[in-house]
């Protein structure tokens, strides 16, 4: 990972993300504190461009007319109500009846909703899902086209989901074992980490009590009645929003909501909010204790106190800017201990939340420490929180963050004509859920100009002292240590570290950027023209070769991808060594500058991305505006001439590595991340995750060794997609990359490390184990098929796939009820000859392994004799189309596209021919790839059980 300015990411592993649910700040647990909108309450401006209105039965909705991408639309119906909820007899039901919602209504029967939607381009998943939390729940229809037919389909889907689910009880009944099998997918050490948590930080109170999936007992046993007694009550149109944001016409669309949703007449009381929880002001100082023998080891230190739900205000939302700056620049402080190389921290920041469920502001640190170390780490969190407490922050530092904002909140203003319709169409029900203002980029960069003259250091560091200025502190310690007498011990290496005195934070001097000179600018020395793709290709004189594409899909947005040498296909000392070049080559630093000097240097310029390690070339790409463009390209230059290999960055992979490993270990789908892509490779050690003595073996010559020659000589080829004057980027490149020394005309092709096997097939399935729950399971088929090289070939498997896919959810989840969730994937090849793979997997119980493996043998059957109706194709193929029908307005596509396209020219040729060629696959074309490589003799099964039952 670059430097990326815009949030200063950390290159290693983001195994962390799954913590982040315990960090969020939650909203208000009920929006309908005051009628109508928060713009109607405020003095915050509201986007003018949303129609909003309100429908006699209380219906609130929000209409905005949206053109990226074109064609499109997305809708969403919000009610804001969840688990929270829920009686004790209720409890996961919130959750269950938003699986209920395909499965029948009043005028949908049960298992036609979702084939109805995919006959109008509606993925399931992607472009039809729902969602529940403890505060609402919210679905989501992405519509892939706007004619009246599909968005008044759209509009009748989420009227049936309102208020005419039949709820039927047989229905319910074979519904039962898939929440279950979602129950033990997400039973994870995160998960009971997080609900242990929530108990300490909010004891005995509802939302403690309350996670969204439930409990076992209740989904196994709950009558109809009380699916019924929750969706009478809370399914209401005063607790609902619904957004629709697209490609529309907004006047149709309002009349069209007034037919559908007028006669939708609200049963049961208007109840209020639940009584989420209380906090107790003068709770003190305690510890508490989390062991998984799986989980990593995080530290968490918070301090609540009451709070109340407030209108959304100009003060308000000043209030709120202090406090995230406050809560980033003790983020930076954290980011900048980590990145010594030698902190006893892998992650950590810090947050602060308000109207948390209704009742609670939370302050709250949260850090990953190395687990025998544990003891330093929580020294780290209580020292650096104490000395921001006790000696504030300095000018550079709230310099950095004032910067950074200013300059997103201007890229947003710059980028507001280009947004995506379902961000918007999210953020729209988000804002009503949390009681706030939707306003547009431009207010909010005019409110921020209001504000800026009274951020001061004082203001910040008061609004920090505020955020801890409730009960606590409250320290909790999950790990995967067991610790005797644990939560004294806590308290005493607390109350250790708080002997220690701290000194304020001394201001840091800003290095000038040192790479601005490559030397004498290169010349375009060859230009052609590809007008039916709209793409120019450069020569430089020393070998660089550039494609560019102008468009308008993103305003002000630039994307590019640099790619060199043949990646892992080099030459190495190490086998692993490509990995650990992946996470440590950014954070490196350059030889001028560490990567945490980078983060102040470049504060406030829309620049970073990302290295890495492909199969068959290194990369790095990143996105910038025409302002930064030149420095982006200086940035690539700079790694490309200059890299730091600083050991920090060794050291923080290494200890990174250990706790991504035994969390992986925890659940089958982790175990598969793991282990299997190693195995599908006959061992091949450039694949799956490293041991940790193979990643010990590493070291930083052996990285060097690796990149130096590709970085020194090898071709490069730049492609570069946006919003951009063509003139502007042949500058950039010719004052940086195309500066550099005369590049080779070819590169090695290392033949012989094109060679992959793929294992031979398994009669009886290769077992593995993970150390997560006994009744979690991971059936995976993999059936070997072929490369890349023939595009209409790779390109009937992708479809075939797509009808596979479709039987397995029909008989694996929605049939037999075997498991939440059937996955499938395709992986055809371009750089090693012969080799790709077909995959299906389903995570199931213990005792459903055997059926599960004889229902895909059965499927795989049906699709080589041919059983493949004329419906199941069209809702294979019409999802597929409507992707590639977006994808030629997306300009992460059109880089994929066109990268390497000056090696590997037939990519151009792919790009003229995808519509038509996977419109014109045939039926007859679909049977025939399956039975070439649907065959029980070739497939290669792997199980994953628990430990224990192995």
């Known amino acids: 990972?670059?430097?990326?300015?815009?949030?200063?990411?950390?290159?290693?592993?983001?195994?962390?993300?799954?913590?982040?649910?315990?960090?969020?700040?939650?909203?208000?647990?009920?929006?309908?504190?005051?009628?109508?909108?928060?713009?109607?309450?405020?003095?915050?401006?509201?986007?003018?461009?949303?129609?909003?209105?309100?429908?006699?039965?209380?219906?609130?909705?929000?209409?905005?007319?949206n053109d990226t991408p074109p064609d499109t639309a997305s809708i969403r119906m919000a009610f804001n109500v969840g688990s929270m909820v829920e009686e004790d007899d209720q409890r996961g039901l919130a959750h269950f009846i938003e699986h209920m919602?395909?499965?029948?209504?009043?005028?949908?029967?049960e298992g036609e909703m979702v084939a109805l939607l995919e006959r109008y381009g509606l993925q399931f998943g992607p472009d039809t899902n729902a969602g529940t939390s403890r505060e609402y729940v919210v679905y989501q229809l992405d519509m892939p086209e706007v004619d009246d037919e599909t968005i008044d389909t759209g509009l009748f889907i989420m009227r049936e989901t309102a208020s005419n689910l039949t709820l039927?009880?047989?229905?319910?009944?074979?519904?039962?074992?898939?929440?279950?099998?979602?129950?033990?997918?997400?039973?994870?050490?995160?998960?009971?980490?997080?609900?242990?948590?929530?108990?300490?930080?909010?004891?005995?109170?509802?939302?403690?009590?309350?996670?969204?999936?439930?409990?076992p007992e209740v989904i196994q046993t709950a009558p109809r009645e009380a699916f019924a007694r929750y969706y009478d009550e809370f399914y209401r149109p005063d607790r609902a929003m619904l957004v629709i944001v697209g490609d529309i016409d907004v006047d149709r669309v309002e009349a069209e909501i007034a037919d559908v949703y007028a006669d939708w007449a609200a049963s049961g009381n208007p109840a209020g909010p639940p009584v989420a929880g209380s906090v107790d002001p003068d709770r003190g100082f305690e510890t508490g204790y989390f062991h998984d023998p799986d989980f990593f080891t995080v530290l968490t230190v918070e301090s609540v106190q009451p709070d109340t739900i407030e209108e959304d205000t100009m003060a308000s939302r000043f209030d709120g800017l202090l406090d995230s700056l406050a809560t980033g620049i003790v983020s930076r402080r954290m980011s900048t201990?980590?990145?010594?190389?030698?902190?006893?921290?892998?992650?950590?920041?810090?947050?602060?939340?308000?109207?948390?469920?209704?009742?609670?502001a939370r302050a709250n640190i949260l850090a990953v420490a190395q687990p025998d170390r544990w003891e330093e780490g929580l020294a780290v969190v209580e020292q650096e929180l104490r000395r921001a407490l006790e000696h504030g922050f300095t000018q550079s530092e709230l310099d950095e963050q004032l910067t950074n904002l200013r300059t997103a909140l201007e890229t947003s203003v710059e980028q507001a004509d280009t947004r995506v319709s379902s961000s918007l169409s999210d953020a729209l029900w988000s804002s009503w859920r949390f009681n706030q203002v939707f306003g547009h980029p431009v207010d909010a960069l005019a409110r921020y100009n209001e504000y800026e003259d009274d951020i001061t250091v004082e203001a910040v560091h008061a609004a920090f002292r505020d955020q801890w200025a409730g009960n606590g502190p409250l320290v909790f310690l999950a790990t995967s240590l067991e610790i005797d007498n644990a939560e004294a011990?806590?308290?005493?290496?607390?109350?250790?570290?708080?002997?220690?005195?701290?000194?304020?934070?001394?201001?840091?001097?800003?290095?000038?950027?040192?790479?601005?000179?490559?030397?004498?600018?290169?010349?375009?020395?060859?230009?052609?023209?590809?007008?039916?793709?709209g793409v120019t290709r450069l020569v430089f004189d020393n070998g660089v070769r550039v494609s560019l594409k102008q468009t308008d899909f993103e305003n002000d947005v630039i994307r590019m991808t640099m790619t060199f040498g043949r990646g892992d296909l080099e030459p190495r000392n190490e086998a692993v060594v490509d990995t650990v070049a992946s996470s440590v080559f950014t954070s490196g630093g350059l030889e001028a500058h560490s990567f945490d000097d980078l983060g102040r240097i470049l504060a406030g310029r829309n620049v970073g991305g990302s290295f890495s390690v492909n199969a068959g070339s290194f990369s790095m790409s990143g996105s910038t505006t025409p302002a930064d463009l030149e420095l982006q390209f200086q940035l690539f230059a700079a790694y490309m001439t200059?890299?730091?290999?600083?050991p920090e960055s060794l050291a923080q992979f290494r200890a990174s590595l250990p706790e991504l490993r035994r969390n992986l270990g925890s659940t089958p789908g982790g175990v598969r991340t793991r282990d299997i892509s190693r195995m599908l490779r006959s061992g091949d050690q450039r694949f799956g995750f490293p041991t940790q003595d193979e990643a010990d073996d590493v070291d930083l010559d052996d990285v060097r060794a690796f990149l130096t020659p590709a970085l020194e000589s090898a071709p490069i080829e730049i492609t570069v997609v946006g919003d951009f004057e063509e003139q502007a980027v042949i500058d950039a490149i010719a004052a940086t990359i195309g500066a550099l020394p005369d590049r080779a005309e070819d590169w090695p092709e290392y033949d012989d490390n094109r060679i992959l096997e793929f294992p031979e097939a398994t009669e009886t399935p290769i077992v593995l184990t993970h150390n997560g729950g006994d009744d979690q399971a991971l059936v995976n088929v993999y059936w070997p098929t072929t490369d890349d090289s023939d595009v209409h070939v790779s390109r009937t498997i992708r479809l075939m796939r797509a009808v596979l896919a479709l039987k397995l959810t029909e008989r694996l989840r929605e049939g037999e009820a075997f498991t939440y969730s059937a996955s499938s994937s395709n992986v055809e090849s371009f750089y090693h000859p012969d080799y790709g793979y077909l995959y299906v997997g389903a995570d199931v119980r213990v005792e459903n392994i055997d059926p599960v493996y004889e229902a895909i043998g059965l499927i795989a059957a049906d699709m080589v004799n041919g059983e493949i109706t004329d419906d199941e194709m069209l809702r294979a193929r019409r999802p597929l189309l409507e992707q590639i029908q977006n994808a030629f307005e997306s300009n992460g596509v059109w880089l994929g596209w066109l990268s390497q396209s000056f090696?590997?020219?037939?990519?151009?040729?792919?790009?003229?021919?995808i519509t038509d060629d996977y419109s014109d696959i045939t039926l007859e074309e679909i049977v025939v790839i399956a039975r070439t490589y649907l065959s029980a003799d070739t497939a290669y099964r792997v199980t994953v059980v628990p430990a224990a039952a192995e």
Do not use: C, H, K
């Open 903 to 913: 090696e590997y020219p037939e990519r151009l040729d792919r790009i003229r021919t």
């Open 168 to 215: 039927d009880i047989d229905a319910i009944d074979r519904e039962r074992d898939i929440i279950l099998s979602e129950e033990r997918l997400r039973n994870t050490p995160v998960r009971r980490w997080s609900n242990a948590l929530m108990e300490f930080r909010y004891p005995d109170s509802l939302v403690a009590q309350r996670d969204a999936i439930g409990i």
């Open 337 to 360: 201990i980590i990145s010594s190389g030698t902190s006893p921290l892998i992650q950590g920041g810090a947050n602060f939340s308000t109207e948390e469920y209704g009742f609670a």
């Open 642 to 646: 200059a890299p730091g290999y600083r």
């Open 1 to 65: 990972m670059f430097p990326d300015i815009r949030g200063l990411r950390r290159p290693l592993f983001a195994f962390a993300a799954g913590l982040a649910m315990a960090m969020a700040p939650f909203g208000a647990a009920n929006a309908l504190q005051g009628e109508g909108f928060a713009q109607d309450r405020s003095d915050i401006a509201a986007d003018p461009a949303v129609r909003y209105g309100q429908l006699d039965n209380g219906l609130r909705y929000a209409i905005l007319q």
């Open 489 to 533: 011990r806590i308290a005493d290496v607390w109350n250790e570290s708080a002997q220690t005195a701290v000194d304020a934070m001394e201001d840091v001097e800003i290095a000038a950027w040192a790479y601005e000179d490559f030397g004498t600018p290169g010349e375009v020395v060859e230009r052609t023209e590809i007008d039916d793709l």
């Open 101 to 109: 919602a395909f499965n029948g209504s009043e005028n949908v029967p």
